[in-house]
């Protein structure tokens, strides 16, 4: 995690939460050997910021130190850690890479324990609202664990199910590969027990009373600035398809939030409705569709083992949807319309206005990069889209054999075979047309005032204090 990243304490749980939840949507596409590579790095980062939390107040006269160690964290990690070193000297998982997901999250729990560190030494003595907040962190941090520990544990044990279904062999590799396959089965159901058994008896409760400052006045505008000029940066430098995963799922994220906070906002009356209802709902709906198409297909060439993302992009988008998120998200459900439209401000409604315009100025980007030919896939990646992709993409004959078997048994590299780059231009050239008319679109905002001169709040333990920002609404129980 760079030090770009201004998200706060709480915002970056946040994230955490949504990642993890993000890995039980498809648990087939699971690779179980890199998400049993990072496990151990995501538990150890956990351990660490877990360990960070107050657990009693700070005495006058006596240096401000962190509580006693916490015992799920210490029982987490001693079970991470004998996973890890019993799997070390076997074949399985072996060397090669890991989970972006879970190593992301990982990063996100590091950058959480620096920030804690960073304001532990200049707490006052007799703040009860610090123990508070290090409570709520605390379920939060469990949850994300408990929840990546079980979709690690989904991914092995369909595995086994695929080894022990499939073709007969009594290879000794074969054999030991099950038996570490099992093992590791057995462990991550420990671990999982583990932070279960904490959770169910601190959760939800264990969020009552944690700070919430109001969304920030001009936080969006910023963020969708810094976002545009990540964005186009990044397809410059590093035009390849991890870029482009990026940009098109920030870009469906932002565009669907946007969509939801404007409608909203015209329901109101903050808006002009008729304006909204004729210009913008119906094109805000198909450009959330078109940048969502374009990521789909994405994704699917793009395993989670290879997507090297720019770090500045990667902390842009996150502060994106964190600024997003915290308008249009309660927990896990979209807020009401009377929420956002508390939430919002006039400047948060011009923000998001603007960002239409510059929305088709990216998608035009994207669509270069992709027409580019330069993109290269892992050849896996390949076949298995065209094994999966309906309907014809180009008009040779469909029996042609478009990868080498070669590259397939080496995992190799190669450029975008002419099937997929057809289906990828065809989905790419979409997004522009649905956003030309949203750049073209009057921007219906009404009574918009400049921003207000109120007096900033004083820094708060959970927020980040070297830009303050606000963090996301209250946490809701699964």
């Known amino acids: 995690m760079t030090t770009s990243d201004t998200r706060s304490v709480g915002e970056l749980l946040l994230a955490c939460d949504r990642d993890t939840r993000a890995l039980l949507l498809d648990p087939h596409d699971l690779d179980a050997a890199a998400l049993v590579r990072a496990w151990p790095e995501m538990v150890q980062a956990a351990h660490e910021l877990l360990s960070a939390l107050p657990t009693s107040l700070p005495h006058p006269g006596r240096a401000t130190q962190p509580g006693p160690a916490d015992v799920i964290a210490e029982r987490l990690r001693m079970a991470s850690d004998g996973t890890h070193r019993h799997l070390a000297a076997r074949t399985w998982p072996g060397t090669g890479p890991s989970d972006s997901r879970l190593i992301g999250v990982a990063d996100a729990f590091v950058r959480a324990h620096d920030l804690i560190h960073a304001t532990w030494r200049g707490l006052e003595p007799g703040r009860v609202d610090v123990l508070v907040d290090a409570t709520a962190a605390r379920a939060r941090v469990l949850h994300s664990v408990y929840v990546a520990t079980h979709a690690v544990g989904l991914a092995v044990g369909q595995e086994i199910r695929d080894r022990e279904h499939g073709p007969a062999t009594r290879s000794r590799h074969a054999t030991h590969r099950l038996a570490a396959l099992r093992y590791t089965r057995d462990r991550l159901q420990v671990a999982e027990r583990i932070t279960g058994t904490e959770l169910y008896r601190v959760f939800p409760h264990a969020l009552t009373g944690e700070h919430r400052d109001p969304p920030a006045a001009g936080r969006v505008a910023t963020v969708l600035a810094r976002w545009d000029l990540e964005a186009h940066r990044a397809l410059a430098t590093h035009p390849g398809l991890p870029t482009l995963f990026e940009v098109t799922r920030i870009q469906a994220a932002t565009t669907a939030m946007t969509h939801r906070i404007m409608a909203a906002a015209a329901s109101q009356g903050d808006l002009d409705a008729l304006t ?25 060439l793009t395993p989670p083992t290879a997507r090297a993302i720019p770090d500045a992009l990667h902390a842009a988008g996150g502060e994106v949807v964190a600024a997003l998120a915290e308008i249009v998200i309660d927990g896990t459900a979209l807020a009401s319309t009377a929420t956002i439209v508390d939430r919002s401000s006039p400047e948060t409604l011009h923000a998001a206005a603007e960002t239409l315009a510059a929305s088709h100025d990216l998608a035009i980007t994207v669509l270069d990069t992709v027409a580019d030919g330069s993109l290269t896939v892992s050849a896996r990646a390949a076949q298995a889209y065209l094994t999966h992709q309906q309907g014809p993409t180009v008009s040779e004959s469909p029996t042609r054999t478009w990868i080498d078997p070669r590259d397939l048994t080496a995992h190799r590299t190669i450029p975008l075979p002419p099937p997929v780059a057809v289906c990828l231009q065809r989905h790419a050239s979409y997004v522009p047309n649905v956003t030309g008319g949203l750049a073209a679109a009057a ?28 963090t996301p609404a209250a946490y809701v129980a699964p």
């Open 276 to 300: 909204f209802q004729e210009q913008l709902d119906a094109q805000l709906a198909a450009a959330t569709s078109a940048w969502q198409i374009l990521h789909t297909d994405l994704r699917d």
């Open 443 to 470: 921007l219906p905002v009404r009574d918009l005032h400049p921003p207000g001169t109120e007096e900033p709040r004083p820094p708060h333990w959970y927020g980040n204090h070297d830009a303050p920002r606000s």
